[in-house]
């Protein structure tokens, strides 16, 4: 990853980075006793686009799933994505911490958008990550999804999001 594109991350961007994090954790626990919390454990295997060519990329997610109603779900993900290019060196690994909403259009299939902040252990830089995807529910407890990350100024990375999800 290179460091053109990183944030620097200065006392008001670590401010603006946490009152983030706190307002979104405030809305998404909020009333969680009168809601369905479920948790999911994800697997996402992937190539890069766009200006980086078709790296393999691999990852995985943690995330918590709070119904707010019957066709919508807020969600919260923590997770580590590593960019493996062609001639077996490291290009990256990134941290990404990402929120955001699913919306069921019926009872098989979904679209959600997840937005946050992929930390990077490569170059220590910190990059917007947006993630829009596609997806299936197989049946309550796995579901399958097509999704589209893309890190701010660095690779895009298409894949697919298997997910196991179980209640809390």
Request: net charge neutral.
């Amino acid at each position: 990853m290179s460091g053109s594109g990183c944030l620097n991350i200065k006392y008001k961007n670590m401010k603006q980075i946490f009152f983030t994090i706190l307002t979104l954790s405030t809305v998404f626990f909020a009333n969680a006793q009168n809601t369905k919390l479920r948790a999911g454990l994800s697997i996402n295997p992937g190539a890069t686009i766009g200006r980086y060519g078709t790296d393999f990329v691999a990852g995985g997610e943690l995330s918590l799933y709070k119904t707010i109603t019957p066709k919508m779900e807020a969600s919260f993900s923590g997770g580590y994505t590593h960019f493996f290019s062609g001639d077996e060196t490291e290009k990256g690994k990134l941290i990404p911490i990402k929120a955001g909403v699913t919306y069921a259009l019926n009872s098989d299939f979904y679209l959600g958008l997840q937005a946050g902040v992929a930390l990077s252990t490569t170059d220590g830089g910190a990059y917007f990550v947006y993630s829009p995807a596609v997806g299936w529910n197989i049946n309550s407890h796995f579901d399958v999804a097509v999704k589209f990350d893309n890190f701010e100024s660095e690779a895009s990375v298409l894949g697919i999001n298997l997910t196991y999800k179980f209640g809390l």
